[in-house]
């Protein structure tokens, strides 16, 4: 213990946030506070979701005076907010000079659903030819107290807790699997922010090795892919992550997920009409549902305009449902578009919103 006693003292400080309770336990044993205070840090960071250390009431001034001569207590900072007419809130934080992420709130009209949308990286390491966050640089891998960060920022904001958390904003998940993984745990944990796991959704674009460590793992959280084309010979044209990781080897992981894990999984279908709408796309796709089984589909009409491509008409994406539904014998769901005047739903997150603003 002495030895890692010196590993803290090497860093220029110990980043509580975003560390697990043993690494807190580990932590305040180097440095001669009681055991018992490592699950008052743990509670009062995640559960009571504190800001601070002068939150935590019960800690006298000296010893908040000790774990911060050891310890940082870090925050991203807020640096704008847009407000949609739906509802939906976008958020731009600043987790590092320089770097800059998006992430979003969205509640369903009844409020009993309140979903946080959040990102992985800065920018993204993929560059899906229909997503905004692909033309960004990709500056890097976010830590596991800046994933988590977004939350307790945009709940404070919000003043509302949510009820579902996905991690489908800025970046590739399965490239900083275990930052993502970690952050979904301590989400996940009763004593922390005690969201149930299937309330807890992670996405991929596509990449094999991570589904494969997901499913090794046994991890108990929902799980999407984004599919957004049926055809392995063509894929690759609108998603780069296909090269690397083809349509034949991602269906193979995915079937293995459902038969290992006796779960679910979900495609996400982004609809671009004359790309992925015609009958045989449409029949491609039935026939992936069909040999996965335990899926579903969510189509997610086109949002971002910066390419040739236009959004599908209502009627469109309606034929286009109806053919899935008859034929598939999967669940199809429409998910819409929250907050798109805000530049906010899939696909939309780096382009500035054009609605409400608030500077901060």
Not at 166 to 195: C, Q, R, T
Not at 274 to 284: L, T, Y
Not at 322 to 347: F, H, T
Request: charged content about 25%; glycine content about 6%; hydrophobic content about 40%.
């Amino acid at each position: 213990m002495v030895q890692k006693s010196l590993q803290y003292m090497k860093e220029e400080k110990f980043i509580l946030k975003g560390k697990r309770l043993e690494e807190i336990q580990d932590f305040c044993k180097s440095i001669g506070v009681e055991a018992f205070r490592a699950k008052q840090l743990y509670t009062g960071m995640y559960k009571n979701r504190y800001t601070s250390l002068s939150q935590f009431t019960t800690f006298s001034k000296e010893l908040i005076a000790k774990i911060a001569e050891h310890a940082d207590y870090p925050e991203i900072q807020l640096g704008r907010q847009l407000i949609s007419k739906d509802g939906t809130r976008k958020f731009t934080f600043e987790v590092e000079p320089g770097k800059e992420i998006e992430t979003v709130w969205i509640p369903t009209a009844d409020e009993e659903r309140k979903t946080i949308c959040i990102s992985s990286q800065v920018g993204c390491t993929l560059n899906c030819a229909f997503c905004a966050t692909g033309l960004l640089e990709y500056k890097g891998n976010l830590h596991a107290w800046q994933i988590l960060d977004q939350i307790i920022q945009v709940e404070k904001i919000v003043g509302d807790k949510a009820t579902n958390v996905v991690f489908m904003g800025m970046g590739e998940p399965m490239h900083n699997y275990f930052s993502v993984m970690k952050a979904a745990h301590i989400l996940h944990d009763k004593d922390a922010f005690g969201l149930g796991a299937k309330r807890i959704t992670i996405s991929t674009a596509g990449v094999v090795t991570g589904i494969t460590r997901f499913i090794e793992n046994k991890e108990p959280f929902n799980f999407a892919i984004s599919l957004n084309h049926p055809n392995p010979n063509t894929r690759h044209t609108i998603m780069d992550v296909n090269v690397k990781h083809p349509l034949e080897k991602l269906l193979a992981v995915a079937r293995k997920f459902t038969q290992d894990l006796d779960r679910m999984i979900t495609f996400e279908y982004v609809l671009i009409p004359d790309v992925n709408m015609g009958r045989e796309n449409a029949d491609r796709l039935v026939k992936i549902a069909r040999s996965v089984n335990k899926c579903k589909i969510n189509v997610i009409p086109l949002n971002t305009d910066f390419t040739q491509w236009r959004r599908p008409t209502e009627d469109e994406v309606s034929e286009f449902v109806s053919y899935l539904r008859a034929k598939a014998g999967v669940p199809i769901l429409n998910r819409q578009s929250p907050g798109r005047d805000i530049n906010g739903a899939c696909g939309m997150l780096a382009l500035k919103g054009t609605r409400k603003e608030i500077e901060v």
